[in-house]
């Protein structure tokens, strides 16, 4: 009961899960590990009994690496990485997770549980705010730049008390100072739609 019910658990996962054994080939795995990760041959070739190994699968060497350390060492290993998959051969970025398995009694690793959490939303929506905090930088630049050099003029000419440009200057002053108010009015409201509830 207890193996049909992890097996009904792991099938309903969103994320990837494959355990594996000491040697490193593959025990069971779920359906969305094997949508992402294995030809149809390789289904059938496992479900007939035939052995696949994770390294076949996964050459990159910093996994093989975490797969190794976790089971000669007995502790969890993680990593982000980024992985080609048969749905999008262009790859997706992962959060990679690999635990060693325990017998209960002696308490001896005989395995390992790798769990593939699929992240390459989270890393798109990181660009983008990270390209937009760079163009809104930008567009903030541009106003202040120009109302801190017509100030600069119009002070000079105070100076001189030459006051016939002041309201050109002044004018200029507005409509820049109205463009700030617009953008930082637009990332409060990004902001607000980010932190509601309803979007999350």
Do not use: W
């Not at 769990?115 to 890393?123: C, V």
């Amino acid at each position: 009961h207890e193996r049909e019910e992890s097996h009904a658990l792991m099938r309903f996962l969103a994320d990837a899960v494959v355990s594996l054994d000491r040697s490193e080939r593959l025990k069971y795995f779920n359906s969305n590990f094997a949508t992402q990760f294995l030809t149809n041959e390789q289904i059938e070739l496992h479900a007939g009994g035939s052995e696949i190994s994770f390294i076949d699968l996964f050459r990159e060497p910093e996994i093989v690496s975490i797969l190794q350390a976790a089971l000669a060492s007995g502790r969890a290993q993680d990593l982000h990485c980024r992985l080609p998959t048969r749905l999008d051969p262009v790859g997706r970025y992962f959060s990679l997770s690999i635990s060693p398995l325990r017998e209960e009694n002696d308490r001896e690793v005989y395995g390992a549980l790798a769990i593939f959490h699929d992240i390459t939303d989270l890393k798109r929506t990181e660009q983008m705010r990270a390209e937009f905090v760079e163009n809104a930088s930008h567009e903030l630049r541009t106003p202040l730049t120009s109302i801190k050099g017509y100030v600069a003029t119009a002070l000079e000419d105070a100076e001189k008390k030459s006051f016939d440009q002041l309201p050109l200057f002044l004018q200029i002053i507005k409509k820049n100072v109205d463009r700030l108010i617009e953008l930082v009015n637009d990332l409060l409201t990004l902001s607000a739609l980010e932190s509601s509830p309803s979007l999350t």
